[in-house]
């Protein structure tokens, strides 16, 4: 068969996008489209019926499915529907937020898009060479539906090189506040977001309302806040009543941004202990220096972003845990975090759990934490389950 501005699927493609999975990968095709990355292209069967309609790309996910449907959608029209559902989506269940992600890619039906709000202020992550091509849709469609001042693009992630998308950070349209920052109520305090800079889109959106499940426990607590980037845990335990933080973070941005928080929030930061280092040897040091916690957060980077990199994220999330279950006070708490989504939550109580051997202690699961309304986790795709947290507290038995 002649090449076509169009791929056709295998059993396992066919499969797949029968389920509604929208990632079609490269060895789920039969034959490959005539096509550039950023097309918009046909999805067929193997009797020549289209099946669906996604975008081409370059890398070994070569395909993101924008529709299941048969006949050619109007892209523009598609994506104000999804935008207008996802931004009244938010309105609904979370009414007061200035600051949330209006969309979380695949779960929004939008695949290989991200977009965060701060304020008057939207951060953007076009994953995919299809939406690369059509940012200047985006841009006009956000500006029919959202009163905003700036519009930013923060496309600083590596795999984008092999889309054939630009590795860049810059503002594409408007105007940013003064000092290129924006303050932000989020959950109990303000905090300060630089949209240029930062992780991410300038902060981590995700873990809004996961301070709230050590509330309880923080009067007159020493907190140890561990890969704490901008204090968001930290800033709410002082908040809460806690007798000192020390904060763990390898970025002295982060951390410069951490204090502007305290002072921005009008807290002290007499007690708050800023270490500028790696967090495994931070760790082994306060280790050595005898110190102990009442409540440690563990909040590390994603260390199995796939499948091929399981074993080494076991090692080093549960070398993590050994360290904490050392620093940690009979009765103390340990909120410990996993953003991988190829890292399951029973994979992580087992790290635990083998910590906990190792170290001849005991713990038990008090809470749990998982992602908030504005990351919602779409039934028929597992990887948007990404984000867990457990809060375990050491027993004296």
């Given at each position: 068969?002649?090449?076509?501005k169009g791929a056709?699927?295998?059993r396992?493609?066919?499969?797949?996008?029968h389920?509604?999975h929208p990632w079609?990968f490269?060895?789920?095709?039969?034959?490959f489209?005539?096509?550039?990355p950023?097309?918009?292209?046909?999805l067929?069967?193997n009797r020549?019926?289209?099946?669906g309609?996604g975008?081409?790309?370059?890398?070994a996910l070569?395909?993101r499915?924008l529709?299941?449907?048969?006949e050619?959608?109007e892209?523009?029209a598609?994506l104000?529907?999804?935008?207008?559902?996802?931004l009244?989506?938010?309105?609904r269940?979370?009414p007061?937020a200035?600051?949330?992600?209006l969309?979380?890619?695949?779960?929004?039906?939008l695949?290989g898009l991200?977009i965060?709000?701060?304020?008057?202020v939207a951060?953007m992550?076009l994953l995919s060479?299809?939406?690369?091509?059509?940012?200047?849709?985006?841009?006009g469609?956000?500006?029919?539906?959202?009163?905003l001042?700036?519009?930013v693009?923060?496309?600083d992630?590596?795999?984008?090189?092999q889309?054939?998308?630009?590795r860049e950070n810059?503002?594409?349209?408007g105007?940013?506040?003064?000092?290129?920052?924006v303050?932000?109520?989020?959950?109990?305090?303000q905090?300060?977001?630089y949209p240029?800079?930062?992780?991410k889109?300038?902060?981590?959106?995700?873990?809004?309302n996961?301070p709230?499940?050590?509330?309880?426990?923080?009067p007159?607590a020493?907190v140890l806040?561990?890969f704490?980037f901008?204090?968001?845990?930290?800033l709410?335990?002082?908040?809460?009543?806690a007798r000192?933080?020390?904060?763990?973070e390898?970025s002295?941005?982060?951390?410069s941004?951490?204090?502007?928080?305290?002072?921005l929030?009008g807290?002290s930061?007499?007690?708050?202990?800023?270490?500028?280092g790696?967090a495994?040897?931070?760790?082994r040091a306060?280790?050595a220096?005898k110190?102990?916690?009442?409540i440690?957060?563990?909040?590390p980077?994603?260390f199995?972003?796939?499948?091929?990199?399981?074993e080494s994220?076991?090692?080093?999330?549960k070398?993590l845990a050994?360290?904490a279950y050392?620093?940690?006070?009979?009765?103390g708490?340990?909120l410990?975090?996993c953003?991988s989504?190829?890292f399951s939550r029973q994979?992580l109580?087992?790290?635990?759990?083998?910590?906990a051997?190792?170290?001849?202690?005991t713990?038990?699961?008090v809470?749990?934490g998982h992602?908030?309304?504005?990351?919602?986790?779409?039934l028929?795709?597992?990887e948007t389950n990404?984000?867990?947290g457990?809060l375990?507290?050491?027993?004296s038995?």
């Open positions: 068969m002649s090449k076509i056709i699927l295998n396992k493609g066919l499969d797949r996008l389920k509604r079609i490269k060895g789920h095709l039969a034959t489209p005539q096509a550039e950023g097309d918009f292209i046909s067929y069967n020549g019926k289209i099946e309609w975008f081409w790309g370059a890398g070569c395909i499915v529709s299941f449907d048969t050619k959608p892209l523009h598609l104000r529907e999804r935008l207008v559902t996802s009244a989506s938010r309105k269940w979370l007061q200035s600051a949330f992600r969309v979380h890619s695949e779960s929004d039906g695949p991200i965060d709000i701060y304020g008057s951060c992550q060479a299809g939406w690369y091509r059509n940012r200047e849709m985006i841009i469609t956000l500006l029919e539906l959202l009163p001042n700036a519009i693009l923060r496309n992630v590596r795999y984008l090189e889309e054939g998308i630009p810059r503002l594409l349209w105007t940013l506040p003064e000092g290129d920052s303050d932000i109520p989020f959950y109990e305090m905090e300060r977001v240029l800079a930062g992780q889109t300038g902060i981590y959106l995700d873990v809004r996961l709230n499940l050590f509330k309880e426990v923080c007159r020493d806040d561990c704490s901008q204090g968001h845990f930290g709410h335990a002082l908040h809460w009543g000192s933080i020390t904060a763990i390898q002295q941005e982060a951390l941004v951490y204090e502007e928080n305290i002072s929030n807290l930061s007499e007690n708050v202990h800023f270490h500028h790696n495994f040897d931070e760790l306060l280790e220096e110190k102990t916690f009442d440690i957060i563990m909040d980077p994603p199995s972003p796939g499948k091929a990199q399981i994220a076991r090692r080093g999330y070398e050994l360290r050392r620093l940690l006070r009979s009765e708490i340990l410990y975090l953003c989504h190829a994979m109580i087992d790290v635990l759990s083998d910590a051997f190792d170290t001849k202690s713990f038990r699961i809470r749990e992602q908030p309304e504005d990351h919602p986790i779409a028929e795709i597992p990404y984000l867990k457990l375990i507290q050491k027993t038995k």
